[in-house]
């Protein structure tokens, strides 16, 4: 039985190899096939490269322009405040400048004013002189006449008096406005 069984297998192995179709054998070159996936990985690598390259110097950029816009803002900001500043300092020296001219201009019209009252208490002062003498001279030409009683000389060396007092008042006065011209004039 053994033998029959030899047989038998050798025989099944031949029938087998008889109708079995021929069959090429298909050999995988691992080399070119590994070169196309890896350029294809290199190309998609050096794809993702440049376009983070390109979106850095995107961001750099942009990141540069904002500074830039920055640095604009803080240089304009500071040229209004600037401006301001020195328009405040204008303003300020300009009230300044008013102020001094109202100054002067109230000293001026003090010292005017004084002048006139200097002027106008002289005047009176040498009209009250002239009247005075007018007064002497009329006493003196009544009296040479004997046409006054004594009463009348008394009556008339009274308002002598009270015009010799106006006349000192009115000196005094007239010290008075000139030391007062005086003080304004310092």
Do not use: W
Request: charged share 45%.
């Amino acid at each position: 039985m053994k033998t029959k069984l030899l047989l038998l297998v050798f025989a099944f192995f031949s029938f087998l190899t008889g109708f079995s179709q021929e069959v090429k054998p298909v050999t995988k070159d691992s080399v070119s096939a590994i070169p196309i996936a890896i350029s294809k990985n290199k190309s998609t690598d050096q794809t993702a490269i440049n376009e983070r390259k390109s979106a850095e110097k995107e961001l750099k950029a942009a990141e540069k322009q904002k500074k830039e816009a920055q640095r604009e803002s803080d240089k304009a900001e500071k040229s209004r405040k600037k401006a301001e500043k020195s328009k405040l300092k204008e303003e300020k020296a300009q009230k300044k400048r008013d102020r001094e001219a109202k100054k002067e201009a109230k000293a001026e019209k003090k010292i005017a004013k004084a002048e006139k009252a200097v002027q106008k208490t002289n005047k009176k002062l040498d009209s009250a002189k002239k009247d005075l003498d007018k007064m002497k001279a009329k006493l003196d030409k009544s009296t040479a006449r004997g046409k006054l009683t004594d009463v009348e000389i008394q009556k008339q060396n009274v308002k002598i008096s009270k015009k010799q007092l106006d006349i000192s008042e009115l000196e005094a006065d007239l010290i008075k406005a000139q030391q007062n011209l005086d003080k304004i004039k310092r």
